[in-house]
């Protein structure tokens, strides 16, 4: 097996796995993050969303091969130290979490949708296609506009090199 490294939550890491090992099994059994859950293992439930340099991708579909010297963030990475993230802050200002199965993935497919569009319409968080089971999709449509109206920008500084975003 060939050696893998790439920047996990703001830290270096190296693991040895075969090339198509999904990123989500690497994470999970092998370096021990465990915010990102399997769901339906196809990328479509998406309650394993975490983001690849910034984008979002479902780790559940991505082979590791694709990750090398790359940036993974999941949802153990969003906050910056103890201050939570605008969308992880609007999450319980909105006390949107049931089960909470599916919220690290809702809550990264939010941040991603904040970081490349602030001010996002009814359609655009529509568009998110993530699986809630509990059926909080009123709660999470609230959070992501309370988040949106923070006016802080939906990324992490480690999602963009370390430098403080503006």
């Not at 809702?106 to 991603?112: F, K, N």
Request: glycine letters at 10%; proline letters at 7%.
């Amino acid at each position: 097996m060939r050696a893998y490294t790439f920047t996990l939550n703001g830290r270096p890491v190296t693991v040895r796995a075969p090339a198509d090992m999904p990123l989500l099994w690497v994470l999970r059994d092998l370096l021990g993050v465990t915010g990102p859950k399997y769901g339906c293992g196809v990328g479509v439930c998406r309650a394993c969303t975490s983001h690849l340099d910034g984008a979002e991708i479902q780790p559940c579909v991505v082979p590791v091969a694709d990750c090398a010297d790359r940036t993974v963030t999941t949802i153990e990475g969003l906050a910056d130290g103890d201050t939570l993230h605008p969308v992880q802050q609007a999450w319980l200002a909105c006390d949107v979490a049931q089960c909470g199965f599916c919220q690290p993935g809702q809550i990264m497919a939010a941040a991603a949708l904040l970081a490349h569009t602030p001010d996002p319409t009814d359609a655009d968080i529509d568009a998110i296609e993530n699986i809630c089971r509990c059926g909080t999709y009123a709660r999470i449509r609230e959070a992501i506009k309370q988040a949106a109206a923070s006016g802080e920008k939906g990324v992490s500084r480690r999602e963009v090199g370390g430098e403080p975003v503006s």
